[in-house]
């Protein structure tokens, strides 16, 4: 057995400057630069600089390039809300970081030690790497508080030749095989060229170094990893698309009316409802007959069922345009608020509601309130109005089609998607009220996101925003349709409706935990395996 340790490639101060700068370069895969080959770079980058490393040194290097990624990449929380959440968020998520940064940084240490061969080096290694870095999304995309999915490297592939691939194993199962594509590159590029002519399989030097033959056998030694590199990245990239059956088809308009939706806009009451009725009022002028009309998250800021006037706007439109009306806003039950999506039929009201089943924590509640309280009053302070979580199912059955519903942040949940298609969603509305963020990236970013669900499902997708981007997208990802940001109007298009099951649905959950706590397990074993030929040696 080889009890070797690696070597840092890099001295430590070099390796933080490295991981500051991979951070920075990882973030660049995604919108708003969105150049995804980058994010492959700032793996790669991340994994260099833990090889060799001391736990400590290995927490201190992931925490520095995780708080380089977020502090740019979640950049848009502080627009508003100035910089403690930013920092704050960006500090939790790199702690998070930090801790699977030292499993990474074990697996380097023990991994080689007890498989020590090829299949260790090139294969078992890899899986164990990229199993924990699959780990830690999985555990910060569901706690705490329901955790923070936003960050997840697979989430910067919606416009590459690999977005194709959630449709196989979702969004974690992506993750997944982005970094053991990264992992065995580095492990080709970074080992004796072993096992070829002159080497054995521990990397030793051949007895011949520097006779002309072992010139030759160096050179030699190249092309195989090549070859094999070459051979990882093809396997990767020709994963084939999923096949979409369609069923049939719906006609949906969507209205973006661009209304004072922002926390600070400084809205009169009832200002966002009329914003979005005048952009649906266009519609009506146009002669459209769509099958249902969507408005976005908060769409009405007057709740309908306890607002007269509210309701007869929504009548009236529903009545011209002859279709119900899927419509966001705030809804009260017993003391307790949500943040409610409501199916109104003209003439009916609300025969159906969704509420959000995770508000987000420090956004739309406080969380251990008294806690959190004492260290930012003013901010925590802010956040009068507590949303409960609904346990409601995310799904309207509208003339017969059944929609599933994503009201803004729900959209990076991967368990309401499944849900959702669960229940038999055979297109996706995703209701958003970005007005918080302005011009940021965090737009692009969700929009992203809502592109690989509709590539994850493939399901028609309807991401309509209060202030935009809006866009239809159909279920191979494509943009059927679009509205600006910060303009008022609408979209109408006939989308593919779709109901056959694609394997990430089907067992993209268990694909995650599998991969995840396959990765955890090949890390205790390999540490337990270890550990008797240190008490020989002692």
Not at 47 to 70: D, E, H, M, Q
Not at 443 to 468: F, K, P, Y
Request: net charge neutral; charged share 15%; hydrophobic share 45%.
């Amino acid at each position: 057995m080889n009890s070797r340790s690696p070597r840092p490639i890099l001295p430590l101060w070099v390796a933080l400057i490295v991981a500051a700068g991979a951070g920075i370069v990882l973030d660049g895969g995604f919108p708003d630069l969105g150049i995804w080959p980058l994010t492959f770079v700032g793996i790669a980058l991340i994994l260099v600089t833990l090889i060799g490393r001391r736990l400590g040194s290995a927490f201190l290097v992931g925490f520095v390039a995780s708080l380089a990624f977020y502090l740019v990449h979640v950049s848009w929380t502080a627009l508003y809300l100035g910089p403690v959440p930013w920092v704050a968020l960006s500090t939790l998520e790199s702690l998070f970081f930090a801790a699977g940064a030292m499993l990474l940084t074990l697996a380097y240490r023990w991994v080689p030690r007890v498989w020590p061969h090829r299949l260790g080096r090139y294969l078992l290694l890899p899986l164990v790497v990229a199993g924990l870095w699959t780990l830690r999304e999985e555990i910060v995309s569901t706690w705490p508080y329901g955790g923070f999915a936003w960050g997840r490297v697979a989430l910067s592939q919606s416009e590459s030749p690999l977005a194709g691939v959630v449709a196989w194993t979702g969004v974690s199962g992506l993750s997944f095989l982005m970094v053991l594509l990264v992992a065995v590159l580095v492990e080709i590029v970074r080992t004796p060229r072993e096992n070829t002519i002159g080497w054995d399989v521990r990397g030793r030097r051949p007895a011949f170094t520097g006779s002309a033959t072992a010139g030759v056998a160096a050179r030699v030694g190249y092309l195989p990893r090549i070859t094999a590199a070459v051979a990882a990245i093809t396997v990767l990239f020709a994963i084939p698309l999923w096949p979409v059956a369609q069923t049939g088809t719906t006609t949906i308009a969507a209205v973006q009316g661009n209304g004072k939706a922002g926390y600070f806009d400084g809205a009169a009451p009832g200002d966002v409802l009329a914003a979005q009725a005048s952009a649906t009022l266009a519609l009506i002028d146009k002669n459209v007959q769509p099958d249902m009309v969507v408005w976005p998250e908060n769409g009405s800021d007057l709740n309908p069922l306890e607002n007269k006037q509210a309701a007869d706007v929504l009548d009236y439109l529903g009545n011209a345009l002859q279709a119900p009306l899927v419509v966001g806003t705030i809804t009260e039950n017993g003391g307790k608020y949500y943040n409610s999506s409501l199916l109104w039929e003209p003439g009916f009201g609300s025969t159906d509601q969704y509420d959000k089943k995770h508000p987000v924590p420090f956004g739309e509640y406080v969380p251990d309130r008294a806690f959190w309280e004492p260290f930012a009053p003013d901010l925590i302070g802010l956040i009068q109005r507590e949303y409960t979580p609904g346990t409601r199912d995310n799904v309207f059955d509208i003339g017969g089609v059944v929609a599933g519903l994503s009201i803004c942040f729900d959209i990076a949940d991967d368990a309401l998607t499944r849900d959702a298609v669960r229940d038999g969603a055979e297109v996706i509305l995703a209701q958003t009220n970005n007005a918080d963020f302005g011009r940021t990236d965090e737009n692009q970013q969700q929009l992203a996101i809502a592109r690989l669900r509709s590539i994850e499902t493939a399901r028609s997708l309807v991401n309509i925003s209060t202030v935009g981007t809006s866009q239809m997208i159909g279920p191979r990802g494509e943009t059927l349709s679009e509205i600006p940001a910060y303009e008022p109007g609408s979209m109408v298009a006939t989308l593919p409706l779709v109901s056959t099951i694609t394997p990430a649905m089907a067992f993209g959950a268990q694909l995650a935990w599998f991969v995840s706590l396959g990765g955890l397990l090949g890390l205790i074993v390999a540490g337990i395996s270890q550990r008797p030929s240190r008490r020989r040696r002692g």
